[in-house]
């Protein structure tokens, strides 16, 4: 069931009703029926993959006793720690990974002169949300481990920290000890907290129809037909994809933190307005916070971190970048868009300035932001956005030709839309967007925090019928990130 549909404009209200006015009297009755709703709105798409979240759900709750049970004994503790990770890494590569395995023996045997007729291709569908909900269970057993966390008993609880449905799909990845510690308790509902919450779903909707959305035939027309448009063109197009990433993405982590909020639920930051970001590092502390959390928690330190030799620390980095671009997709692009990034990140290392912005955002004393904020910007939106064509497109193949066309055809050209619609009107909506966020840049989490009744009515009335005007039906309404 995606966020943007007409079933979940009824869905939600339903499921808000039952659970403050039928079930509110009983936390046990309230998680029961989250459950319920949850795997109701999973199985919307495809019932039969249920099991694999029941399957993750319990071997999990299992685990968790199992290394508690043997927590001073680490070389039990650390079998059971490998039987989770076995488990959901083993059942992520089968329905992710294994045709990408295969295809790439094949293809390695071919650049030998051998032909290869594989028949271990599997034709199988990648279950959605699996990325997210295997790294959130995983992170429990990790935490429990680590001593940072005591194994809930209470298997009700723990089911619905799995499969609570606004961040099943496409997180944020929760840590038990955040989401969990909620949902064993009992939870009363909140009027601000529930205000607060329509306005993020507000704010998420507007940033997927009219952002993401509106770019998305504009991006996908320059990325099928690159070898025919010139460089400006292809230059256009990666930009834009950087924006409708941005707006699809941080859209649907805005949409789940509030939905969340409507349930008395605070959900983790996702997304901190990366790209006001000065340098890549920022970035990373901005962009998908919750996956870029886990892997510094949960690969990045206990490899050593940044506490072992600078040596061992840049490749701690590269490690990190590649198995976040594999996690991303099966598929050389996502690697090398990983490495990419990884290198962009060793120099800002190497200078000690990637914790330099970790406390502070651009323009943070002052309203507009310096000449040298500015430039760092650019800079870091321009590299960033550069390692998307590798995100975006399906080959290697295509994404150097796609630069290559960019550097050997250097010319300019108006860009006609693909439906007909006048350009200018995007770059205007686009800019005045570039500007709200740059207003709102130090709290993401209310995007309508202002003093005034009559300023904060005008926005809402401009944000729903911006929707109305740049909604089409002829758009594919799916989430980037339900495909990772």
């Given at each position: 069931?995606?966020?943007n549909?007409i079933e979940?404009l009824f869905?939600l209200?339903?499921?808000f009703?039952?659970?403050?006015f039928?079930?509110?009297?009983?936390?046990t009755?309230?998680?029961i029926?989250?459950?319920?709703?949850?795997?109701?709105f999973?199985g919307w798409?495809?019932?039969?993959f249920?099991l694999l979240?029941?399957?993750?759900t319990?071997?999990?709750?299992?685990?968790?006793?199992k290394i508690?049970q043997?927590?001073?004994?680490?070389k039990?503790?650390r079998?059971?720690l490998?039987?989770s990770m076995?488990?959901?890494?083993?059942?992520?590569?089968?329905?992710k990974?294994?045709?990408f395995?295969v295809?790439?023996f094949?293809?390695m045997?071919?650049?030998?002169?051998?032909?290869i007729?594989?028949?271990?291709?599997?034709?199988v569908?990648l279950?959605?949300?699996i990325s997210f909900?295997t790294f959130q269970t995983?992170s429990?057993?990790?935490?429990?481990?680590y001593k940072?966390?005591?194994?809930s008993?209470?298997?009700?609880?723990f089911?619905s920290f799995?499969?609570?449905?606004?961040?099943?799909?496409?997180?944020?990845?929760?840590r038990?000890s955040?989401?969990l510690s909620q949902?064993?308790n009992r939870?009363?509902?909140?009027?601000?907290q529930a205000?607060?919450?329509?306005?993020l779903?507000l704010w998420g909707?507007?940033k997927?129809?009219v952002?993401?959305?509106?770019l998305a035939p504009?991006?996908?027309d320059?990325f099928?037909?690159?070898?025919?448009y010139?460089?400006?063109?292809l230059?256009?197009?990666v930009?834009?994809?950087?924006?409708q990433v941005?707006g699809?993405?941080?859209g649907?982590s805005d949409?789940?933190i509030?939905?969340?909020?409507l349930?008395?639920?605070e959900?983790?930051s996702?997304f901190k307005?990366p790209?006001?970001?000065?340098?890549?590092a920022?970035?990373?502390?901005?962009?998908?916070?919750?996956?870029s959390?886990?892997?510094r928690h949960?690969?990045y330190i206990p490899m050593?971190?940044?506490r072992v030799s600078?040596?061992?620390s840049v490749?701690?980095?590269?490690?990190?970048?590649?198995?976040?671009g594999?996690?991303?997709?099966?598929?050389w692009?996502f690697?090398?868009?990983?490495?990419?990034h990884?290198?962009?990140?060793?120099?800002?290392?190497?200078?000690?300035?990637?914790?330099?912005y970790?406390?502070?955002?651009?323009?943070e004393k002052?309203l507009?932001?310096t000449p040298?904020e500015i430039?760092?910007?650019?800079?870091?939106?321009?590299?960033?956005?550069?390692?998307r064509?590798?995100?975006?497109?399906?080959?290697l193949t295509?994404?150097?030709?796609?630069?290559?066309?960019?550097a050997?055809?250097?010319?300019y050209e108006?860009?006609?839309?693909?439906m007909?619609?006048r350009?200018?009107?995007?770059?205007?909506?686009?800019a005045?967007?570039v500007?709200?966020?740059y207003?709102?840049?130090k709290d993401?989490?209310?995007?309508f925090k202002f003093?005034s009744?009559?300023?904060?009515f005008?926005?809402?009335?401009v944000?729903?019928l911006?929707m109305f005007?740049?909604?089409?039906d002829g758009?594919?309404?799916?989430?980037i990130?339900?495909?990772?």
């Amino acid at each position: 069931m995606l966020f943007n549909s007409i079933e979940f404009l009824f869905f939600l209200p339903l499921v808000f009703c039952l659970y403050w006015f039928a079930f509110k009297k009983d936390v046990t009755i309230q998680n029961i029926f989250l459950i319920f709703a949850s795997y109701i709105f999973y199985g919307w798409w495809d019932w039969r993959f249920l099991l694999l979240i029941f399957l993750s759900t319990v071997v999990d709750f299992f685990v968790g006793q199992k290394i508690y049970q043997n927590i001073d004994a680490k070389k039990k503790a650390r079998y059971w720690l490998w039987v989770s990770m076995a488990f959901n890494i083993g059942m992520l590569g089968y329905f992710k990974y294994s045709n990408f395995f295969v295809n790439s023996f094949i293809d390695m045997f071919s650049t030998m002169g051998y032909e290869i007729k594989s028949t271990w291709t599997l034709n199988v569908i990648l279950p959605v949300g699996i990325s997210f909900y295997t790294f959130q269970t995983m992170s429990y057993s990790f935490d429990i481990y680590y001593k940072k966390l005591t194994p809930s008993r209470n298997f009700i609880a723990f089911t619905s920290f799995v499969s609570f449905f606004p961040q099943l799909v496409a997180g944020p990845i929760e840590r038990a000890s955040n989401l969990l510690s909620q949902i064993v308790n009992r939870r009363s509902f909140n009027y601000a907290q529930a205000t607060g919450g329509i306005k993020l779903i507000l704010w998420g909707l507007f940033k997927k129809m009219v952002i993401a959305d509106s770019l998305a035939p504009i991006v996908d027309d320059i990325f099928a037909n690159y070898g025919t448009y010139p460089a400006s063109t292809l230059v256009l197009g990666v930009c834009l994809f950087s924006f409708q990433v941005y707006g699809d993405f941080s859209g649907y982590s805005d949409i789940a933190i509030g939905t969340a909020k409507l349930f008395g639920i605070e959900l983790m930051s996702n997304f901190k307005f990366p790209n006001f970001s000065r340098n890549v590092a920022e970035y990373w502390q901005r962009w998908h916070v919750s996956l870029s959390t886990w892997f510094r928690h949960y690969l990045y330190i206990p490899m050593g971190g940044s506490r072992v030799s600078k040596a061992k620390s840049v490749r701690n980095i590269i490690v990190i970048f590649l198995v976040s671009g594999f996690w991303h997709g099966a598929n050389w692009t996502f690697i090398f868009w990983g490495g990419l990034h990884a290198l962009f990140y060793i120099p800002v290392f190497l200078m000690g300035r990637n914790r330099m912005y970790a406390d502070n955002v651009v323009g943070e004393k002052t309203l507009f932001p310096t000449p040298i904020e500015i430039l760092q910007v650019l800079l870091t939106f321009a590299l960033v956005t550069f390692s998307r064509i590798f995100f975006r497109s399906p080959t290697l193949t295509d994404s150097f030709q796609y630069m290559s066309r960019i550097a050997s055809n250097f010319t300019y050209e108006p860009y006609t839309h693909p439906m007909g619609y006048r350009m200018v009107d995007f770059y205007i909506l686009l800019a005045l967007f570039v500007v709200y966020e740059y207003l709102i840049r130090k709290d993401e989490r209310n995007p309508f925090k202002f003093k005034s009744k009559i300023v904060r009515f005008l926005l809402y009335t401009v944000v729903i019928l911006t929707m109305f005007l740049f909604y089409d039906d002829g758009v594919n309404r799916s989430f980037i990130y339900f495909q990772f």
